[in-house]
């Protein structure tokens, strides 16, 4: 069984920020990409960031400058910093992680979902 735990989602006021974490935890030996995503309501999940194994980085557009992603291989762990928020930034975010099982294959998962409301 794998799980990814999220936390640190909330609600801020605009240009305020925010820091997100994941935790893969269960029968995992390693993880590689690990990303996040969100979900506005009414609208269809999107890619935000992912960071490799290596460290290599992407992000969306819309994020670029204002968020970084970071990750902590010994604790199997992904960060989402976010800085300069907005409102449209609003929606549940969700982490996502390729691991590598005890069983020696890899899979992908997806955590549960955290609220991030940009609001004044």
């Known amino acids: 069984q794998v799980q990814l735990v999220e936390s640190g989602g909330g609600l801020v006021q605009p240009g305020g920020s925010l820091r997100l974490s994941c935790a893969a935890s269960g029968r995992i030996i390693s993880s590689n990409t690990m990303g996040w995503y969100r979900q506005a309501p009414g609208k269809e999940r999107e890619f935000v960031a992912l960071?490799?194994?290596?460290?290599?980085?992407n992000y969306a557009d819309s994020v670029r400058g204002r968020f970084t992603i970071s990750r902590d291989n010994a604790e199997n762990t992904v960060y989402l910093q976010m800085n300069s928020l907005k409102p449209e930034d609003t929606a549940v975010y969700y982490c996502s992680a390729r691991v590598v099982r005890t069983s020696g294959d890899e899979r992908f998962y997806w955590g549960q979902g955290t609220q991030v409301t940009v609001s004044s």
């Open positions: 960071i490799t194994r290596t460290g290599s980085t």
